[in-house]
Protein backbone atom coordinates (compact mmCIF):
# COMPACT_ATOMS: atom_id res chain seq x y z
CA UNK A 1 0.00 0.00 0.00
CA UNK A 2 1.44 3.49 -1.13
CA UNK A 3 2.23 5.89 1.74
CA UNK A 4 -0.28 8.37 2.86
CA UNK A 5 -1.16 10.61 5.56
CA UNK A 6 -4.59 11.70 7.11
CA UNK A 7 -5.01 15.22 8.19
CA UNK A 8 -7.47 17.14 10.54
CA UNK A 9 -6.40 20.47 10.41
CA UNK A 10 -10.24 21.65 10.80
CA UNK A 11 -12.69 19.74 13.35
CA UNK A 12 -16.14 19.25 11.19
CA UNK A 13 -19.57 19.06 13.18
CA UNK A 14 -23.00 18.93 11.49
CA UNK A 15 -25.58 20.57 13.23
CA UNK A 16 -29.08 21.06 12.92
CA UNK A 17 -28.82 23.68 15.63
CA UNK A 18 -25.60 25.40 15.57
CA UNK A 19 -26.88 28.26 18.09
CA UNK A 20 -24.59 27.01 21.70
CA UNK A 21 -21.74 26.20 19.43
CA UNK A 22 -21.80 29.23 17.58
CA UNK A 23 -22.15 30.50 21.80
CA UNK A 24 -19.17 28.82 23.10
CA UNK A 25 -16.79 29.40 20.25
CA UNK A 26 -17.77 33.25 20.41
CA UNK A 27 -17.96 34.03 23.64
CA UNK A 28 -15.73 37.40 25.15
CA UNK A 29 -14.44 37.63 21.31
CA UNK A 30 -14.21 40.32 18.79
CA UNK A 31 -15.85 38.83 15.59
CA UNK A 32 -15.73 39.69 12.05
CA UNK A 33 -18.80 37.99 10.22
CA UNK A 34 -18.35 37.72 6.72
CA UNK A 35 -21.30 36.85 4.19
CA UNK A 36 -22.11 37.88 0.96
CA UNK A 37 -25.24 39.13 -0.77
CA UNK A 38 -27.66 38.66 1.69
CA UNK A 39 -29.29 34.58 1.95
CA UNK A 40 -28.16 34.31 5.26
CA UNK A 41 -30.80 36.33 6.50
CA UNK A 42 -33.39 34.31 4.44
CA UNK A 43 -32.07 30.45 5.20
CA UNK A 44 -31.30 31.90 9.24
CA UNK A 45 -27.78 31.80 9.47
CA UNK A 46 -27.45 35.28 10.37
CA UNK A 47 -30.02 35.35 13.27
CA UNK A 48 -28.18 32.27 14.93
CA UNK A 49 -24.69 33.92 14.06
CA UNK A 50 -26.11 37.42 15.66
CA UNK A 51 -28.34 36.13 18.46
CA UNK A 52 -25.56 33.93 19.78
CA UNK A 53 -23.06 36.35 19.72
CA UNK A 54 -25.07 38.60 22.15
CA UNK A 55 -25.78 35.59 24.41
CA UNK A 56 -21.74 34.91 24.15
CA UNK A 57 -21.15 38.75 25.11
CA UNK A 58 -19.31 39.09 21.94
CA UNK A 59 -17.83 41.98 19.82
CA UNK A 60 -19.84 41.81 16.33
CA UNK A 61 -18.71 43.49 13.40
CA UNK A 62 -19.84 42.43 10.10
CA UNK A 63 -18.17 42.25 6.39
CA UNK A 64 -21.22 41.98 3.97
CA UNK A 65 -21.45 42.17 0.26
CA UNK A 66 -17.94 39.79 0.67
CA UNK A 67 -16.53 37.95 -2.34
CA UNK A 68 -13.79 36.31 -2.97
CA UNK A 69 -12.12 39.56 -4.97
CA UNK A 70 -8.97 40.61 -3.61
CA UNK A 71 -10.50 43.78 -3.21
CA UNK A 72 -12.93 42.61 -0.44
CA UNK A 73 -10.48 40.33 1.43
CA UNK A 74 -8.63 43.91 1.84
CA UNK A 75 -11.89 45.71 3.58
CA UNK A 76 -12.44 42.47 5.85
CA UNK A 77 -7.98 42.83 6.50
CA UNK A 78 -8.52 46.20 7.22
CA UNK A 79 -11.69 45.61 10.13
CA UNK A 80 -9.81 43.07 11.50
CA UNK A 81 -7.16 45.73 12.22
CA UNK A 82 -9.59 48.20 13.27
CA UNK A 83 -11.05 46.05 16.05
CA UNK A 84 -9.12 43.85 17.04
CA UNK A 85 -10.87 41.08 15.87
CA UNK A 86 -9.82 37.47 17.33
CA UNK A 87 -12.16 35.65 15.66
CA UNK A 88 -13.95 35.50 11.69
CA UNK A 89 -16.89 33.77 11.01
CA UNK A 90 -17.68 33.29 7.23
CA UNK A 91 -21.17 31.75 6.10
CA UNK A 92 -21.90 31.07 2.58
CA UNK A 93 -20.86 29.49 -0.83
CA UNK A 94 -16.88 29.06 -2.02
CA UNK A 95 -16.19 32.46 -2.81
CA UNK A 96 -17.26 34.20 0.80
CA UNK A 97 -15.96 30.94 2.67
CA UNK A 98 -12.27 31.31 0.48
CA UNK A 99 -12.48 35.13 1.28
CA UNK A 100 -12.89 34.63 4.93
CA UNK A 101 -9.82 31.91 5.04
CA UNK A 102 -7.88 34.43 3.49
CA UNK A 103 -9.28 37.34 5.85
CA UNK A 104 -8.23 35.29 9.03
CA UNK A 105 -4.57 34.57 6.67
CA UNK A 106 -4.09 37.78 5.34
CA UNK A 107 -5.15 39.92 8.53
CA UNK A 108 -1.27 38.08 10.24
CA UNK A 109 0.20 38.26 6.40
CA UNK A 110 -1.09 41.64 4.57
CA UNK A 111 1.89 42.83 2.87
CA UNK A 112 2.58 39.14 1.12
CA UNK A 113 -0.40 37.76 1.06
CA UNK A 114 -0.56 37.78 -2.99
CA UNK A 115 2.28 35.76 -3.25
CA UNK A 116 0.89 33.06 -1.73
CA UNK A 117 -2.10 33.09 -3.84
CA UNK A 118 -0.63 34.27 -6.76
CA UNK A 119 2.50 31.75 -6.72
CA UNK A 120 0.48 29.14 -4.63
CA UNK A 121 3.02 29.83 -2.02
CA UNK A 122 2.18 26.54 0.97
CA UNK A 123 0.59 29.10 4.37
CA UNK A 124 0.07 25.93 6.06
CA UNK A 125 0.93 26.27 9.71
CA UNK A 126 1.67 29.80 9.98
CA UNK A 127 0.30 32.39 11.73
CA UNK A 128 -3.89 33.31 11.24
CA UNK A 129 -6.68 34.15 13.06
CA UNK A 130 -9.02 31.34 14.61
CA UNK A 131 -11.40 30.54 11.64
CA UNK A 132 -14.88 29.01 11.48
CA UNK A 133 -16.60 28.23 8.64
CA UNK A 134 -20.11 27.73 7.88
CA UNK A 135 -21.19 26.73 4.47
CA UNK A 136 -24.67 27.95 3.49
CA UNK A 137 -24.63 26.62 -0.20
CA UNK A 138 -22.97 23.33 -0.23
CA UNK A 139 -20.61 22.21 -2.80
CA UNK A 140 -17.28 23.40 -2.90
CA UNK A 141 -16.02 21.78 0.62
CA UNK A 142 -13.50 24.68 1.46
CA UNK A 143 -14.77 24.68 4.31
CA UNK A 144 -12.76 21.41 5.05
CA UNK A 145 -10.35 22.06 2.51
CA UNK A 146 -7.13 23.41 2.37
CA UNK A 147 -7.37 25.90 -0.93
CA UNK A 148 -8.56 29.29 -1.23
CA UNK A 149 -8.93 31.04 -4.29
CA UNK A 150 -8.32 34.50 -4.86
CA UNK A 151 -9.10 37.16 -7.76
CA UNK A 152 -7.80 40.60 -8.36
CA UNK A 153 -10.65 42.36 -11.64
CA UNK A 154 -7.98 45.45 -11.00
CA UNK A 155 -5.09 43.29 -12.77
CA UNK A 156 -6.76 39.86 -13.94
CA UNK A 157 -4.87 38.18 -12.07
CA UNK A 158 -6.30 34.83 -9.85
CA UNK A 159 -4.93 32.47 -7.79
CA UNK A 160 -5.14 29.54 -4.89
CA UNK A 161 -3.48 29.86 -1.87
CA UNK A 162 -2.85 25.95 -0.55
CA UNK A 163 -3.02 25.84 3.27
CA UNK A 164 -5.40 27.60 5.02
CA UNK A 165 -7.40 25.57 7.01
CA UNK A 166 -10.56 26.34 9.23
CA UNK A 167 -10.88 25.19 13.30
CA UNK A 168 -13.96 24.32 13.10
CA UNK A 169 -16.46 23.49 10.43
CA UNK A 170 -20.21 24.04 10.83
CA UNK A 171 -22.47 21.71 8.81
CA UNK A 172 -26.17 23.29 9.08
CA UNK A 173 -29.02 20.58 6.45
CA UNK A 174 -31.59 23.79 7.31
CA UNK A 175 -29.78 26.73 5.53
CA UNK A 176 -29.89 24.96 2.39
CA UNK A 177 -33.69 25.09 2.21
CA UNK A 178 -34.29 27.89 0.76
CA UNK A 179 -32.06 27.13 -2.50
CA UNK A 180 -34.02 27.17 -6.04
CA UNK A 181 -34.50 23.66 -7.13
CA UNK A 182 -31.87 24.68 -10.12
CA UNK A 183 -29.07 25.54 -6.75
CA UNK A 184 -30.12 22.48 -5.11
CA UNK A 185 -29.33 20.31 -7.56
CA UNK A 186 -25.89 22.22 -8.78
CA UNK A 187 -25.24 21.45 -4.51
CA UNK A 188 -25.29 17.52 -5.60
CA UNK A 189 -23.66 17.55 -8.98
CA UNK A 190 -20.65 20.09 -8.44
CA UNK A 191 -20.23 17.69 -5.05
CA UNK A 192 -20.51 14.61 -7.25
CA UNK A 193 -17.62 15.87 -9.55
CA UNK A 194 -14.90 17.01 -6.61
CA UNK A 195 -16.05 13.29 -5.19
CA UNK A 196 -15.31 11.91 -8.31
CA UNK A 197 -11.62 14.28 -9.05
CA UNK A 198 -10.41 13.06 -5.69
CA UNK A 199 -11.66 8.93 -5.84
CA UNK A 200 -10.75 8.41 -9.78
CA UNK A 201 -7.00 7.03 -9.91
CA UNK A 202 -7.18 5.91 -5.99
CA UNK A 203 -5.12 2.77 -6.00
CA UNK A 204 -5.98 2.42 -2.36
CA UNK A 205 -9.35 -0.03 -1.88
CA UNK A 206 -10.57 1.31 1.70
CA UNK A 207 -10.65 4.83 0.53
CA UNK A 208 -11.63 4.33 -3.36
CA UNK A 209 -14.39 2.69 -2.13
CA UNK A 210 -15.21 5.04 0.52
CA UNK A 211 -15.36 7.62 -2.28
CA UNK A 212 -17.48 5.48 -4.76
CA UNK A 213 -19.96 5.14 -1.57
CA UNK A 214 -20.18 8.59 -0.92
CA UNK A 215 -20.65 9.40 -4.89
CA UNK A 216 -23.74 6.70 -4.77
CA UNK A 217 -25.10 8.76 -1.63
CA UNK A 218 -24.88 11.98 -3.06
CA UNK A 219 -26.30 10.56 -6.40
CA UNK A 220 -29.20 9.21 -4.32
CA UNK A 221 -29.78 12.65 -2.54
CA UNK A 222 -30.04 14.40 -5.15
CA UNK A 223 -32.85 12.35 -6.54
CA UNK A 224 -34.94 12.41 -3.11
CA UNK A 225 -34.30 16.20 -3.28
CA UNK A 226 -35.86 16.19 -6.86
CA UNK A 227 -39.37 15.05 -5.42
CA UNK A 228 -38.26 16.28 -1.58
CA UNK A 229 -36.63 19.36 -1.47
CA UNK A 230 -37.49 19.64 2.51
CA UNK A 231 -35.54 16.57 3.45
CA UNK A 232 -32.66 17.14 5.66
CA UNK A 233 -31.32 13.93 5.77
CA UNK A 234 -30.72 13.93 1.67
CA UNK A 235 -29.42 17.70 2.65
CA UNK A 236 -26.89 16.20 5.17
CA UNK A 237 -25.36 14.20 2.75
CA UNK A 238 -24.68 16.24 0.36
CA UNK A 239 -23.06 18.46 2.76
CA UNK A 240 -20.72 15.99 4.56
CA UNK A 241 -19.73 14.66 0.58
CA UNK A 242 -18.78 18.33 -0.37
CA UNK A 243 -16.40 18.41 3.19
CA UNK A 244 -15.24 15.31 2.61
CA UNK A 245 -14.41 15.79 -1.39
CA UNK A 246 -12.13 17.96 -0.10
CA UNK A 247 -10.48 15.97 3.10
CA UNK A 248 -7.59 13.81 2.77
CA UNK A 249 -9.68 11.00 3.77
CA UNK A 250 -9.92 10.00 -0.67
CA UNK A 251 -7.62 9.31 -3.05
CA UNK A 252 -5.12 7.92 -0.13
CA UNK A 253 -3.12 5.79 -3.25
CA UNK A 254 -3.23 8.12 -6.18
CA UNK A 255 -0.10 7.24 -7.93
CA UNK A 256 -0.97 10.52 -10.83
CA UNK A 257 -3.39 13.39 -10.11
CA UNK A 258 -4.53 13.71 -13.46
CA UNK A 259 -8.15 13.83 -11.91
CA UNK A 260 -7.55 17.18 -10.25
CA UNK A 261 -6.86 19.26 -13.58
CA UNK A 262 -10.64 19.43 -13.99
CA UNK A 263 -10.12 22.70 -11.54
CA UNK A 264 -7.41 23.67 -14.02
CA UNK A 265 -10.02 23.70 -16.79
CA UNK A 266 -12.59 24.74 -14.80
CA UNK A 267 -11.32 28.39 -15.01
CA UNK A 268 -11.71 28.73 -18.84
CA UNK A 269 -15.34 29.28 -18.84
CA UNK A 270 -15.83 31.45 -16.33
CA UNK A 271 -12.91 33.57 -17.91
CA UNK A 272 -14.54 33.21 -21.44
CA UNK A 273 -18.09 33.28 -20.75
CA UNK A 274 -18.08 34.22 -17.40
CA UNK A 275 -20.43 30.75 -15.50
CA UNK A 276 -19.66 30.24 -11.89
CA UNK A 277 -17.95 27.56 -10.64
CA UNK A 278 -20.50 25.35 -10.03
CA UNK A 279 -22.13 25.82 -13.93
CA UNK A 280 -18.49 24.86 -15.61
CA UNK A 281 -17.26 22.04 -13.32
CA UNK A 282 -20.28 20.09 -13.88
CA UNK A 283 -20.58 21.03 -17.31
CA UNK A 284 -17.19 19.81 -18.38
CA UNK A 285 -16.91 16.76 -16.26
CA UNK A 286 -18.20 14.49 -18.65
CA UNK A 287 -15.79 16.21 -21.47
CA UNK A 288 -12.86 16.06 -19.60
CA UNK A 289 -13.42 12.25 -18.59
CA UNK A 290 -13.26 12.05 -22.55
CA UNK A 291 -10.81 13.77 -23.22
CA UNK A 292 -8.16 11.92 -20.44
CA UNK A 293 -9.70 8.27 -21.45
CA UNK A 294 -6.86 7.67 -23.79
CA UNK A 295 -4.20 7.70 -21.28
CA UNK A 296 -6.32 6.52 -18.52
CA UNK A 297 -8.67 4.10 -20.00
CA UNK A 298 -8.78 1.77 -17.26
CA UNK A 299 -9.08 3.86 -14.72
CA UNK A 300 -11.56 5.91 -16.39
CA UNK A 301 -13.71 2.64 -17.36
CA UNK A 302 -13.55 1.25 -13.98
CA UNK A 303 -14.66 4.57 -12.39
CA UNK A 304 -17.30 4.85 -14.48
CA UNK A 305 -18.96 0.96 -13.90
CA UNK A 306 -19.02 1.57 -10.27
CA UNK A 307 -19.60 4.77 -9.28
CA UNK A 308 -22.47 5.56 -12.26
CA UNK A 309 -23.35 1.80 -14.06
CA UNK A 310 -21.71 2.79 -16.80
CA UNK A 311 -19.51 1.05 -19.91
CA UNK A 312 -19.15 0.79 -22.94
CA UNK A 313 -17.70 3.35 -25.92
CA UNK A 314 -16.19 6.69 -24.27
CA UNK A 315 -18.47 9.21 -25.97
CA UNK A 316 -21.45 7.28 -25.42
CA UNK A 317 -20.68 7.40 -21.40
CA UNK A 318 -20.08 10.78 -21.86
CA UNK A 319 -23.31 11.65 -23.61
CA UNK A 320 -25.32 9.47 -20.83
CA UNK A 321 -23.76 11.24 -18.57
CA UNK A 322 -24.91 14.64 -20.13
CA UNK A 323 -28.10 13.07 -20.00
CA UNK A 324 -27.92 12.14 -15.94
CA UNK A 325 -26.92 15.36 -15.21
CA UNK A 326 -29.04 17.30 -17.37
CA UNK A 327 -32.20 15.10 -16.03
CA UNK A 328 -31.79 16.98 -12.48
CA UNK A 329 -33.02 20.31 -14.49
CA UNK A 330 -29.41 22.16 -15.14
CA UNK A 331 -28.10 23.51 -18.46
CA UNK A 332 -24.53 21.20 -19.83
CA UNK A 333 -23.89 23.41 -22.06
CA UNK A 334 -22.10 26.76 -22.60
CA UNK A 335 -23.00 29.84 -25.28
CA UNK A 336 -20.34 31.22 -27.10
CA UNK A 337 -17.04 30.95 -28.80
CA UNK A 338 -13.56 29.30 -27.64
CA UNK A 339 -10.22 29.40 -29.92
CA UNK A 340 -7.19 27.54 -28.89
CA UNK A 341 -5.68 31.22 -28.90
CA UNK A 342 -8.29 32.00 -26.61
CA UNK A 343 -7.83 29.56 -24.16
CA UNK A 344 -3.97 29.71 -24.88
CA UNK A 345 -3.86 32.83 -23.13
CA UNK A 346 -5.59 31.77 -19.68
CA UNK A 347 -2.83 30.47 -17.44
CA UNK A 348 -3.86 26.89 -16.57
CA UNK A 349 -1.72 23.75 -15.80
CA UNK A 350 -2.72 20.87 -17.34
CA UNK A 351 -1.18 17.78 -19.52
CA UNK A 352 -3.46 17.86 -21.49
CA UNK A 353 -2.64 20.22 -25.13
CA UNK A 354 -3.92 23.48 -26.02
CA UNK A 355 -6.19 21.39 -28.96
CA UNK A 356 -7.48 18.94 -26.73
CA UNK A 357 -8.39 21.39 -24.17
CA UNK A 358 -9.95 23.48 -27.04
CA UNK A 359 -11.95 20.24 -28.32
CA UNK A 360 -13.41 19.98 -24.48
CA UNK A 361 -14.47 23.35 -24.47
CA UNK A 362 -16.15 23.69 -27.98
CA UNK A 363 -18.22 20.05 -26.99
CA UNK A 364 -19.60 22.07 -23.75
CA UNK A 365 -21.09 24.92 -26.75
CA UNK A 366 -23.95 24.44 -28.39
Not at 233 to 243: E, M
Request: net charge negative.
Amino acid sequence: MKDFQLRNDTKLLLLNDPAPTLTSLMSGKKVLFVFGNGSVFENGCYDDVFKSAKVANAEFHELAEASRELADIERGIALCKEHGINLVIGAGGASIMDCAKLIAFGTSHEDDLWEYVKNRKGPHGEEKLPLVLMPTYPSSGSEYGLGAVSADKRTGDFGTAYGIGADVAILVPKYALTLSSEMTAYTGLVTLVQLSAATLGDKNPVSYDIGISVIKNVLRAITTLQKEPNDLDARGIILYGASISTSSRLGLGKEANYAYEIYELEFIPEVLFGVPYRRSLTTIFPRFLTAMAPYHQEDIGQFLKDAFGLEGEMKDCEKRLVELFSSFGVPMHFEGEAGSAQIADIDITTSLSIDEVTTVINNCLK
